[in-house]
């Protein structure tokens, strides 16, 4: 008896040490198979300064479909470890529709917001229903509110794979939040003017989204004919340069200047159409026009970049669609149609900027050659389809072209490189060359940087709907959507993010779901195990336990 009290006195003290112990030792241990709750450094990071409560609102509660339900606990899972890492991180499920009474009220309060709610088709014992959620959370902190987007759309993919897409941008969603909220102080962008960029109507919605993050301001190159120097001095208090379709040549001056702004660590992105060709031009009678190419003055500023942007078009069998009046008078009827001239280009997933992304929408794109002339890392980000051709200019481009099935045999020459970024200890343009103007501190080899170089302006422009912009990547004449403007977010954040922060969109998760097809088909077979299995086993355990006891008892 002494022994036992003696053992349980022990394990009695052992437990009191262990939880002591546990008070000021805590530590998490993830056992999935792909790590899927262990956030990267830089996702912590993010979550290191705050000092008051972060309240995070996710307007995923209720009655939610399936796969709704998996998006569920995954943002659960992924904000409980935010919260081990920071103990003010305060976060609660929200059902809107209880709050605002019907699904009509629901759905127009949180449009009011910016919160679009997603149409789910839900299909239940041969029953099809459509069912609305809304895949959101708001962000909280000091006086200060960041949306999060849980769901992230991929056209032609099915709700399941929507909602794994989801869940792999969960901790990069949330971190970029938490990012948003604790700048303390922002890089700094340079737009620039004065060589017919795009108007500044035409970028309201990037722009506006990016303002979250960086402090932005319009520049002119103007002033490079009488003052340079100050010019350049002057560009230099900006960490990036957006030349965002220029269609006036660049003399040698500003190209100096652009040379040794980027030489001298100055980060940029450049969206060029070496081109001219719109497709409002072909609106007309003969629904015709010439396409003809813009010499911009940058063929040798980019060749010592190894890079060769053509004065070609692209034209894909995989294309976006475009709207065009068929029949005549108030018989006509407005169809969309495929464009061969606006690819619908696709991600290969292959670096942090375009991973996981939906397809996006080039618009008489150039194609661009890469050259082995130098060392720099030159990325790929995107390619025309294998499917696809180039077009030489000038050339006659007519809307007749939708009329004509497409020949595949024509388009035989695809894979052309359309977004390409280039990394590097970049040298000056003007090394051994003669100066456009005498600069006192001329540098010839600068030091690790960035550049990305898209074969297509209209990547980053916004439609415009009765005098205001409407989101980068939404047509509004065919209501698609495209990944237009988290491709160019994604960019931006990546030539100026040196944190890591954008690597965390490389993680990779595997949800596994439940094979719809296989429980239709297996569904009487299930229920049979699960019901009557049981009930048959219990009626032969009491047969064979009765029997027990008369063999053994006589009774």
Known sequence: MKKILTSVAI???????????????????????????????????TVQDFTNPVIIDVLLEGQL???FVKLQSETKQILEEFKAENSNIKFNFINPLETTGTSENAIAEMQKLGLTPANVTVEENGKVSQEFVFPWAMVNYNNKTVKVALLKNKLGATTEERVTNSIQHLEYS???AFSKLSIKQKKRIAVLKGNGELQDIYLADYLSTIKEYYNIGAFTLDSVATNPEKTLAQLQEYDLALIAKPTEPFTDKE???LDQYIVNGGKSMWLIDNVSMELDSLFNNEGKSLAFPRDLNLKDFFFKYGLRVNPVLIKDIYATQIVLAQGDGNNSQYNPVPWPFNPMVFSRNDHPINNNLEALRFQFANSIDVLNNNNYKKHILYYSSPLSTVVGAPNIISLDLVNKAPNKEEYNNGN?????????????????RVKPFALKNNKEVGTNNKMLVIADGDVVKNQISKGKPLQLGYDKWTNNAYGNKDFMVNSINYLLDDSGLINIRTKKVAIPFLDKEKIVAQKTKWQLINIALPVVLTLLFGLLFNYYRKHKYGK
């Open 416 to 432: 052309k490189p359309l977004a390409v970024l280039v990394e590097g200890k970049f040298k000056s343009v003007y090394n051994n």
């Open 174 to 176: 949330f971190a970029d």
């Open 11 to 45: 394990g009695f003290i052992a437990l009191i040490i262990l939880n002591t112990i546990s008070n000021y030792v805590y530590s998490r241990i993830d056992v999935t198979e792909d790590s899927r709750y262990t956030l990267s450094n830089a996702a912590l990071q």
């Open 255 to 257: 190209k100096y200047v």
């Open 65 to 67: 479909p399936g796969e």
